[in-house]
Every structure is written in C-alpha cells, then in structure tokens.
C-alpha cells in the first residue's frame, strides 16, 4: 500500500465518529437510490410485459388504400379527396416477404397470420370475435400464449380452437366442447375448443379465437394468403427505428408495440424522469456532505499537512490523499447503501401484495443496478473531494504550521 494510500486510511480512522456519520449519510443516499431504482426499473417491467404479453413488438400488414386528389377546374380551384373505405387485406407476395424478413439480423422471431371477425355460435348464443389464423409454433415464439392456458392444450390442428376465457363462460364452453365459427361471408366452421386462456386483458380474452393458419383461410376465404406478419425483434425499445425501416424498404405497413401504446410510453419516460431527478438531488446532497467533511478536515489537520509539506510531501500527493478519503467515503457509503436498499426492497415486496399473494410492486434487483450504485457513489466522492483537496494542495507549510 502506497503511503497515500496508508495516511488517507489512517485519517478516516482517526476520525471514526465523524467517517461513520458521513458514511451512513451516503449509505442513507445510496440505499433511496437503489430501491426507487429497483421498484421503477421492475413496475416498467412488469407494465412491458403485460403489455407484450398479447402483442409482437411488431406488426406487418397490407398498406392503406388511397386515392389521389381529385382537382376540379373553375374559379377558385381546390382538391376534394374522400377516404377510401379500408378492409382487411392480404399481403402481396407474402412468400417472399417472409423469406426477406427471414434475413434481417434484427429480428428474431417471425410468425404469418390470417385475422377477420367471424361470429362464434353455440346453442341461441352468439358473440362477435377476432379469429386469428396462426402457426402454432411460430407464433408461441412472438406471444408466450401457451404459459397463459388456464385449461387445456395449445394445440391448433384442422378444426381445432384456443378462446379466450371470458369467451368461453359467456358461452358456456369447456375444453372438448364444440363451438360454430360463421364469417360475414357466410362460411362457416365446426371447431372442438382445445385450450383456453386468460392474458387478464379484457378484449383479448372476451374475443379472441385461435385457429390454425389453414382453418382461418378457409374461414375466412384468404386461402393461401395472409393478412398480417408479427415480429419479435432483438432490442426492445429499437422497434419503433426497425418498423420504419421495414416499411421504407418493403412498402408494408409496419406498426411497433411503442407507436400502439403511446400512452404507456409516455408513462414509462415520465417515470425515468422522476426517478432521474430524484437520483440527482440525492447525489448532489451526498457531495456536499462529503465535500463539508473534507473541508473540515483540511482545517483541523492543516498543522499536519504543513509539516508533511515541510518535510518534502508534494502538492500532488497530498490532493491524492484527500482525493482517496473521498473514494473510500463514497465506496464505504455504497456497500451500506445497497444491502439497505436491498433488504429495504425485500421487505416492501414481501408486505405489500395483491389478493393472490404476489407482490404488488415487483421489484428488479440486479447486479447492474448494484454496480452502477456503488460507481456513481465512488466517483460522488471523488469529484467531491477535488476542492478539499485543492485547497488542501494550496497550504504554504510555514503558514500552515503558524496559524495552527
């Protein structure tokens, strides 16, 4: 050890009640920081995965139809344009999209779909629905739909379905039971229920009917074509840039699950702004309490330093004594700090829950978060050092031991 190294530690020693104190202020800062950090970072988690728990991070389908403006002549000419009625349409030339798409290095999982409203029949009941046409396999790859069945099997074989459980109690289906699909052309289907599932989102679990991807297109009359691709991509929050890409490159419409939850987005961004802020302010109060403990310590040791600097201790050694105190403030501090805010976060998780028993709150504990802690606390203090210990530098040694 350096004998920098050895006087910085042995000043903190000297001076245990008062290193104690400003450690627990730091710790006291650090523990805030890592379990508001935690509850955030694990309540957008959760928001996230509800969220993409029925939806891909991508969505492709058939472009907009439009019409161009109409310019009529005469005096004070202007353009009249009408919308188009929309409808679902197939994707044109659906198998060479899927192997272009099958290429892009930034998607991971891809799945084709067929979708159109149908009305499902049982008995004098009738309800309108979504079906949706897909592969099974594929498509449990984008949606985890076979962790969400709460009877039966994910299994889409010809005349096969998955519903919704709601859909299911309003009409009175179990697995097994026979269900008529009619679509509004008139075709219609015989389908034996093989699984039901719940995603706790209403609209989904009120009308949504899987089939499989031929069933659906006989359906649905789109045989050998589909409406719609969902993709899964590698970075999360990089769907927005890949969806437009996509529908530069491709000329598909393409929609990412930020663009459909504007809502949630502005949600997730004003929660990392609050918490940033927060961050800040309790940063900014641990640097001064480091930086008045320094500073203090430059008074009461100022004989010391002088007579260190009488016998030949350069100015750039004692800055770096003073420099490491601050280190070891901040490092001491941020251990403290996260086993409390840890413990502190355990302890909410574990009292606060639902009336199923899970925590209300998740809470996110990872190693990064502990890591990015114990660094910012660690260079807090160093940058809080920097004056005390300039002004430590600064002291003429025959002043110093004069004035003492």
């Given at each position: 050890?350096?004998?920098?190294?050895?006087?910085?530690?042995?000043?903190?020693?000297?001076?245990?009640?008062?290193?104690?104190?400003?450690?627990?202020?730091?710790?006291?800062?650090?523990?805030?920081?890592?379990?508001?950090?935690?509850?955030?970072?694990?309540?957008?988690?959760?928001?996230?995965?509800?969220?993409?728990?029925?939806?891909?991070?991508?969505?492709?389908?058939?472009?907009?139809?439009?019409?161009?403006?109409?310019?009529?002549?005469?005096?004070?000419?202007?353009?009249?344009?009408?919308?188009?009625?929309?409808?679902?349409?197939?994707?044109?030339?659906?198998?060479?999209?899927?192997?272009?798409?099958?290429?892009?290095?930034?998607?991971?999982?891809?799945?084709?779909?067929?979708?159109?409203?149908?009305?499902?029949l049982r008995g004098a009941a009738d309800k309108s629905v979504a079906v949706i046409g897909v592969d099974p396999e594929a498509y449990a790859r984008i949606i985890p739909l076979p962790a969400q069945l709460v009877a039966g099997e994910w299994r889409l074989g010809s005349?096969?379905?998955?519903?919704?459980?709601?859909?299911?109690?309003?009409?009175?289906?179990?697995?097994?039971?026979?269900?008529?699909?009619?679509?509004?052309?008139?075709?219609?289907?015989?389908?034996?229920?093989?699984?039901?599932?719940?995603?706790?989102?209403?609209?989904?679990?009120?009308?949504?009917?899987?089939?499989?991807?031929?069933?659906?297109?006989?359906?649905?009359?789109?045989?050998?074509?589909?409406?719609?691709?969902?993709?899964?991509?590698?970075?999360?929050?990089?769907?927005?840039?890949?969806?437009?890409?996509?529908?530069?490159?491709?000329?598909?419409?393409?929609?990412?699950?930020?663009?459909?939850?504007?809502?949630?987005?502005?949600?997730?961004?004003?929660?990392?702004?609050?918490?940033?802020?927060?961050?800040?302010?309790?940063?900014?109060?641990?640097a001064f309490g480091i930086a008045s403990v320094l500073a203090v310590a430059v008074v009461q040791k100022q004989r010391d330093i002088g007579i260190l600097r009488a016998m030949g201790m350069s100015r750039r050694a004692v800055r770096q004594v003073f420099l490491i105190?601050?280190?070891?403030?901040?490092?001491?501090?941020?251990?403290?700090?996260?086993?409390?805010?840890?413990?502190?976060?355990?302890?909410?998780?574990?009292?606060?829950?639902?009336?199923?028993?899970?925590?209300?709150?998740?809470?996110?504990?990872?190693?990064?978060?502990?890591?990015?802690?114990?660094?910012?606390?660690?260079?807090?203090?160093?940058?809080?050092?920097?004056?005390?210990?300039?002004?430590?530098a600064a002291l003429d040694p025959v002043q110093a031991i004069r004035n003492s």
């Amino acid at each position: 050890m350096s004998f920098e190294w050895q006087l910085a530690v042995r000043l903190l020693r000297e001076g245990r009640a008062q290193t104690a104190l400003i450690a627990a202020g730091i710790g006291l800062g650090v523990a805030v920081v890592v379990f508001l950090t935690a509850l955030i970072n694990g309540l957008q988690a959760n928001l996230i995965a509800r969220t993409l728990g029925s939806q891909a991070h991508i969505t492709l389908t058939a472009p907009d139809r439009v019409v161009m403006p109409a310019q009529l002549p005469g005096p004070g000419e202007f353009q009249s344009v009408q919308p188009r009625p929309q409808r679902v349409a197939p994707i044109l030339n659906s198998a060479l999209l899927l192997r272009q798409l099958a290429a892009e290095p930034e998607i991971t999982a891809i799945s084709p779909l067929v979708s159109g409203a149908a009305f499902a029949l049982r008995g004098a009941a009738d309800k309108s629905v979504a079906v949706i046409g897909v592969d099974p396999e594929a498509y449990a790859r984008i949606i985890p739909l076979p962790a969400q069945l709460v009877a039966g099997e994910w299994r889409l074989g010809s005349e096969e379905a998955v519903i919704g459980r709601r859909l299911a109690d309003e009409l009175g289906i179990r697995t097994g039971d026979r269900l008529t699909l009619q679509s509004a052309g008139g075709r219609s289907l015989n389908v034996t229920v093989r699984g039901i599932f719940e995603l706790g989102v209403k609209d989904p679990d009120r009308r949504w009917v899987f089939l499989s991807l031929r069933s659906a297109q006989n359906l649905l009359n789109l045989t050998g074509e589909i409406t719609g691709i969902d993709l899964t991509v590698r970075e999360l929050f990089a769907a927005d840039t890949v969806a437009a890409r996509l529908q530069q490159r491709y000329d598909i419409r393409a929609e990412s699950w930020m663009s459909s939850n504007q809502q949630l987005m502005t949600g997730l961004r004003s929660q990392s702004a609050s918490s940033s802020v927060i961050r800040f302010f309790v940063l900014v109060s641990v640097a001064f309490g480091i930086a008045s403990v320094l500073a203090v310590a430059v008074v009461q040791k100022q004989r010391d330093i002088g007579i260190l600097r009488a016998m030949g201790m350069s100015r750039r050694a004692v800055r770096q004594v003073f420099l490491i105190q601050g280190g070891l403030l901040g490092l001491l501090g941020a251990l403290a700090g996260c086993a409390a805010g840890a413990g502190l976060a355990r302890l909410f998780a574990g009292l606060v829950r639902n009336t199923q028993g899970d925590p209300l709150f998740p809470i996110a504990l990872t190693p990064d978060l502990f890591l990015s802690a114990t660094a910012v606390a660690v260079v807090t203090g160093l940058i809080a050092a920097v004056l005390p210990a300039a002004r430590a530098a600064a002291l003429d040694p025959v002043q110093a031991i004069r004035n003492s």
